[in-house]
């Protein structure tokens, strides 16, 4: 089993020892290797395959340019935009098949550009001191990115640094070994929801769309899952997209840390794949829970729905806010797009008789979607819920429909 390339990254100036190490882990298990210098100032014991010079150059700059910008923090984003941009040329030219990078703060800096410059799908480890931390933003994070702490491992080699590098050795190997790349046999439909205590509409597509011939994809919209589904349909992975869980959007329009981004409802319209989209739990903001409700949401009410996730309830303005920003994504939109607005609520605890359920506050954001929908978007008003047939059936109205016209391609 030596078909599997691993790219292996890092300061071999400093961190030789650990990066060979890692080397001889993934050679032992029957892979092969790849190495890439992002030292700056110093050189590595023996050649790597890709030097720091390669690196720099790659980005348009220079190891030179690196020194005598006299500032460590300059000199390594010249590194890692040079890393991100050879990482990804040589992904495209298929020389690796999963790529392993190692580092304190300095290195974990670099490895988040690189991870979230590489698709989708590809094995992606960083062994870090700072795996973890708060300090690690959530935005900055590859939707699919693995990591481990790596314990004990500011300096050398030792007993508990070598567990952490021969698990991650042996994890993105056997990562390598096992993906399922796309594309699939099946033509493939993106959509985004929570859980179906709050959203069942997949519960009726899923079905409905694999007896078409497609195959469903269904992404958690609690921030990593939005990023996730954006980066796919960046990449073109979807034919269409049921984008009906949007309420990625509302968080990040009003300071959660739970963001998919400031790119969230953006990328299948930039790239043309139709979309047909909805705004469930629009009228819910989730914070995390285990860190109190902040000052700004005081008063409001709130749905602890577990000690991860605390759903901050919004007023009629900050609907409106919500209802505002997701027409600025959708005029952007280059592909068919639809809008499916149920007017009987957006979520199940928003329905009559259910505890968030706020006529006023749903009224307020109806209004500020019919005001601002833009032109380029087939608005269609719904009288139903969102968790009512007649929603996933005027869905799959507009697939079929499309499918016939020949706007989602197989």
């Not at 300090?135 to 900055?140: I, N, V």
């Not at 699919?144 to 314990?151: C, F, G, K, N, R």
């Not at 190997?173 to 709050?198: F, K, N, Q, W």
């Amino acid at each position: 089993m030596s078909d599997k390339t691993i790219l292996v990254i890092g300061t071999y100036d400093t961190k030789d020892d650990e990066l060979n190490y890692v080397a001889s882990r993934i050679k032992a298990q029957g892979g092969k290797v790849l190495t890439m210098d992002v030292s700056v100032l110093g050189d590595p014991a023996t050649p790597t395959d890709y030097s720091k010079h390669a690196v720099a150059e790659a980005g348009g700059s220079s190891i030179r340019a690196a020194i005598d910008s006299g500032d460590e923090n300059t000199a390594m984003q010249i590194m890692a935009e040079g890393c991100a941009a050879l990482c990804l040329k040589l992904w495209h030219d298929r020389m690796f098949d999963g790529v392993i990078m190692l580092g304190g703060s300095m290195g974990t800096d670099l490895a988040l550009d690189v991870t979230a410059a590489l698709p989708v799908g590809v094995p992606k480890y960083i062994v870090s001191t700072v795996s973890f931390s708060p300090m690690l933003p959530p935005e900055r994070l590859a939707p699919d990115v693995q990591m481990i702490l790596w314990a004990g491992g500011l300096y050398g080699l030792n007993a508990i640094c070598k567990s952490s590098l021969s698990q991650a050795a042996g994890a993105v190997l056997g990562a390598a070994r096992a993906v399922e790349t796309l594309p699939r046999e099946r033509p493939l439909v993106g959509m985004t929801s929570l859980g179906s205590s709050a959203l069942r509409y997949m519960l009726r597509l899923k079905p409905a769309l694999e007896e078409r011939g497609f195959d469903l994809a269904v992404f958690h919209a609690t921030g990593m899952g939005g990023r996730a589904f954006e980066g796919l349909a960046a990449q073109g992975a979807f034919v269409c997209v049921m984008d009906f869980c949007t309420q990625e959007v509302g968080n990040h329009i009003h300071g959660s840390n739970i963001s998919a981004g400031p790119d969230r409802l953006t990328s299948a319209g930039r790239e043309g794949v139709p979309q047909i989209v909805s705004a469930g739990c629009y009228d819910l903001v989730d914070i995390v829970a285990w860190q109190g409700v902040p000052d700004k949401w005081s008063g409001h009410p709130n749905h602890t729905h577990n000690r991860l996730i605390n759903s901050i309830v919004l007023n009629d303005e900050e609907r409106r806010a919500v209802a505002r920003a997701h027409c600025e994504r959708l005029a952007g939109a280059q592909g068919p797009t639809a809008f499916l607005m149920p007017n009987r609520g957006f979520g199940e605890w928003d329905r009559e008789g259910a505890d968030l359920h706020d006529p006023a506050g749903l009224g307020s954001f109806l209004d500020e979607m019919r005001s601002h929908v833009p032109a380029n978007v087939d608005f269609r008003e719904l009288d139903c819920h969102i968790n009512d047939d007649g929603f996933a059936d005027e869905a799959l109205q507009i697939f079929d429909r499309w499918r016939e016209e020949g706007v989602i391609s197989v």
